[in-house]
């Protein structure tokens, strides 16, 4: 397996590139901004899916031009399906410009699986930050998108937000193993077991 991260853009989204070194196929996990440099990171694997964890602006922004560039399918949760389409509106409202998107592809359903080449992800719905959040899970690694950060949550105050969903979804995402790396949507790589012993979420979410 190949990973490669970069942040992108003025909120340092953490893009990620998976891909397979024997297939050299490759998913791309939000584009949030900087083609160009994301291209350069995909360099000699051919991206098959587009991933969104969630339809936030800053997450979405690149998703026009890699697909122009790439014909990778453009895949999200449908509960986020409005979001997305209003995703120019919300960059608007926060000073950004952001290119018309194209349309989506296929909708992501809890359980689906994601295969390049030998490797596979399963799709979580991890609502709360947004209704569409997911999580992809699989080869030792969970991205959280803006569910689970490095000591910390998503938002809920933004449209969509659900304070009470997003404590279900951070359950969920404590019964993974200890060993499994989190892959966040903003800042720093850390661990389940780090996670569930020292987020200060961890514990408001266990007593409810």
């Known amino acids: 397996m190949i990973l490669r991260m970069l942040a992108v853009g003025p909120l340092e989204v953490n893009c990620y590139i998976v891909a397979d070194d024997n297939t050299k196929d490759a998913i791309v996990i939000d584009p949030g ?26 997450h979405v922004g690149a ?12 895949m999200l949760h449908k509960g986020d399906l409005e979001l997305y389409q209003g995703a120019r509106d919300q960059a608007a409202f926060w000073g950004y410009d952001l290119e018309p998107l194209p349309d989506v ?52 105050d933004f449209l969509g937000g659900n304070l009470a969903q997003l404590k ?25 077991k780090r996670e569930k012993h020292d987020n200060p979420f961890s514990d408001d979410a266990l007593a409810l």
């Open 63 to 74: 998703v026009s031009d890699i697909k122009s560039k790439t014909d990778a399918k453009v």
């Open 33 to 58: 901004d900087e083609p160009d440099r994301i291209m350069e990171y995909l360099d000699g694997y051919k991206a098959r899916y587009i991933i969104c964890t969630h339809a936030h602006f800053d």
């Open 168 to 192: 279900d979804s951070f359950r969920r995402l404590l019964r993974l193993p200890d060993d499994v790396r989190v892959l966040p949507g903003h800042g720093p790589e850390t661990t389940m």
């Open 105 to 156: 592809d296929g909708f992501l359903r809890e359980g689906d699986r994601i295969e390049i080449g030998s490797l596979m992800f399963e799709v979580l719905h991890t609502p709360g930050h947004s209704p569409g959040c997911i999580c992809l899970y699989g080869e030792g690694i969970v991205f959280t998108g803006d569910t689970l950060f490095a000591g910390s949550v998503g938002r809920t």
